[in-house]
């Protein structure tokens, strides 16, 4: 070891020289949730359950979505429609219950692909929430199901 070796200098001015290079890179870091990610077209996310241009639920409850789903993550109770419920379901079977559990879901799409009547859709810009409560990855109706107002416009 040299004198400038043993006082370390050259090797501290060598990663100083990294460290301050860096202020002027490219940040790949993003403040997460407040800056989001732009993400992949053919990302999958969080479900949604359609409305039709009426603004009826277009899922029956056939139970085909939990069939295809790897993960065992969809359950759900069939109902059936009453006349005074025409305007809030399109056909005579709906869900009265519609629950994805979060966090068995490995977003695979299966659910999406298997729905006969296009009323699952995994999004493309949503994902759940770090929560610290198990029951805040149980999704139900409440938090599926597509708003009136968004799907009319
Ligand atoms: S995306 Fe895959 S794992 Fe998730 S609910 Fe649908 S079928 Fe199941
Ligand atoms: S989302 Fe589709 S596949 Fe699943 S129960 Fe409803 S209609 Fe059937």
Not at 79 to 106: F, G, Q
Request: aromatic fraction near 10%; glycine fraction near 4%; include cysteine.
């Amino acid at each position: 070891m040299n004198f400038w070796e043993r006082i370390y200098l050259p090797a501290i001015i060598k990663g100083m020289t990294i460290t301050i290079s860096h202020l002027f890179k490219r940040k790949v870091t993003y403040q997460y949730p407040e800056q989001k990610r732009p993400m992949s077209d053919v990302f999958r996310g969080l479900h949604i359950l359609k409305r039709d241009d009426e603004g009826k639920e277009r899922c029956t409850a056939c139970g085909l979505c939990a069939l295809a789903c790897p993960a065992e993550a969809i359950t759900m109770t069939a109902a059936e429609r009453t006349s005074s419920e025409l305007h809030l379901y399109r056909e005579e079977k709906y869900a009265a219950v519609y629950e994805i559990n979060m966090l068995r879901c490995i977003f695979c799409g299966l659910c999406e692909e298997a729905c006969p009547k296009a009323a699952i859709f995994l999004q493309n810009d949503k994902m759940a929430q770090a929560s610290y409560e198990r029951s805040d990855f149980i999704f139900g109706k409440d938090r599926l199901v597509e708003p009136f107002l968004q799907s009319k416009s």
